[in-house]
């Protein structure tokens, strides 16, 4: 089973068996890995019910160390529920990163 990186070149997503990438055709060197930017598409349901069900006060920001922000979403209950639906959304679609950085999507890429 390959997992998914990017192309260090253009960016696009490729498997980590393709030697050469299948959209800028760059030759990719894995055995000094690219900063994989590999989706934990499982992590990103946890997140998502996380932030359906208790997203107004920001537990989706506390389970994925984005204290900070989080109190400041009880402060505000949730940016009065319009940042709870922007999170939630963020995180369907894959826009939304944990506190290293690492994106969490319910969906593989296309
Ligand atoms: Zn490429």
Known sequence: ?????????????????????PHCHSKQHFNTPPHTNTRR???GVVAFVLCF????????????????TGFLMILTMGGLGIWWLVDLIRIGVGHFTDSQGNRLSLIHDH
């Not at 089973?1 to 990438?21: A, H, K, P, T």
């Open 1 to 21: 089973m390959s997992i998914n990186v990017f192309c260090r070149y253009c960016g696009q997503q490729i498997s980590d068996v393709d030697l050469v990438c």
């Open 41 to 43: 598409n499982s992590e």
């Open 53 to 68: 069900f208790l997203g107004f006060i920001g537990i989706h920001r506390f389970y994925y160390g984005k204290v900070g």
